[in-house]
């Protein structure tokens, strides 16, 4: 893939990815509507992903779109709508229109929020159970994925992302952690799989205490996980002990799921 757009590139993944996706002879083309810095093999572009004329010149001549672009958690509906959702749909729409091959999205965990710890390990392609808004607006851009890909022919891989952040920060991300350099290994998988067609896949590393979620369909596209959570337990657990009745452990999206995400009755 010698040249990949990348929205959402100033964010924590996109800052995440863009060293560790870099290749001799690629092509990295940041865009975010925040301001950014071209490095060495890269491109950057300031827009925001709701602009259909914009993000269409910002997918001519990419081979693949990695969509990170939006918000990364809840706000209110008319935010989701405009940003996470319309977005989404114009994100795909750009690139069928400039002829871009493949798509792969960012999505979550929270597209399935309250499947129950009955469940896990929850399947691949698990219907959705989203746990608010923000988890809706994933719902809707994997269904938009699957229509890309079957009427229009776009191979099309949507990534549900546990907790992508530098190192555990509790006791839930010791099974839910994806470190930084699996986040790499991953989406590498995804732009490397030949002709991979529509995919929901989970993101996660292989973590001691895991076992939450499928790893079958990410490991069929490549992905081999190295990293485990575990070498920060001690840590994490010296500043907060695990209680398995804490309700975080209830459904896989966690603190997403308390009634302190209801939305007010105005």
């Given at each position: 893939m010698p040249t990949i757009l990348i929205t959402g590139a100033a964010g924590r993944i996109g800052t995440m990815l863009r060293t560790r996706l870099a290749r001799p002879g690629r092509t990295l083309r940041l865009l975010d509507a925040a301001p950014l810095t071209a490095g060495a093999g890269e491109e950057a572009i300031r827009a925001s992903v709701t602009g259909l004329d914009a993000m269409t010149a910002a997918c001519h001549g990419a081979d693949a779109v990695i969509h990170l672009g939006g918000y990364a958690g809840e706000e209110d509906w008319e935010a989701i709508l405009d940003v996470n959702i319309?977005?989404?749909?114009?994100?795909?729409?750009?690139?069928?229109?400039?002829?871009?091959?493949?798509?792969?999205?960012?999505?979550?965990?929270?597209a399935v929020g309250f499947a129950p710890r009955a469940s896990f390990p929850v399947p691949d392609y698990a219907f959705p159970q989203p746990d608010t808004f923000y988890g809706v607006s994933k719902v809707a851009v994997e269904a938009l994925a699957s229509m890309y890909h079957h009427r229009y022919g776009l191979d099309a891989?949507?990534?549900?992302?546990?907790?992508?952040?530098?190192?555990?920060a509790n006791p839930r991300a010791l099974s839910?952690?994806?470190?930084?350099?699996?986040?790499?290994?991953?989406?590498?998988?995804?732009?490397?799989?030949?002709?991979?067609?529509?995919?929901?896949?989970?993101?996660?590393?292989?973590?001691?205490?895991?076992?939450?979620?499928?790893?079958?369909?990410?490991?069929?596209l490549?992905?081999?996980?190295?990293?485990?959570?575990?070498?920060?337990?001690?840590?994490?657990?010296?500043?907060?002990?695990?209680?398995?009745?804490?309700?975080?452990?209830?459904?896989?999206?966690?603190?997403?799921?308390?009634?302190?995400?209801?939305?007010?009755?105005?």
């Open positions: 319309d977005g989404g749909y114009t994100v795909f729409e750009a690139a069928r229109r400039a002829g871009v091959s493949r798509v792969i999205f960012a999505s979550s965990n929270h891989i949507c990534v549900r992302i546990l907790t992508c952040d530098e190192r555990p839910t952690w994806l470190s930084p350099g699996d986040a790499g290994r991953l989406f590498e998988a995804c732009l490397s799989a030949p002709r991979p067609g529509f995919r929901v896949i989970f993101g996660v590393s292989a973590n001691t205490r895991g076992g939450w979620v499928s790893l079958n369909e990410a490991k069929s490549g992905y081999e996980p190295q990293d485990d959570a575990e070498i920060y337990a001690a840590e994490v657990l010296a500043r907060a002990p695990a209680d398995p009745d804490d309700p975080v452990f209830r459904y896989l999206g966690g603190e997403f799921t308390l009634p302190a995400r209801d939305t007010p009755i105005s």
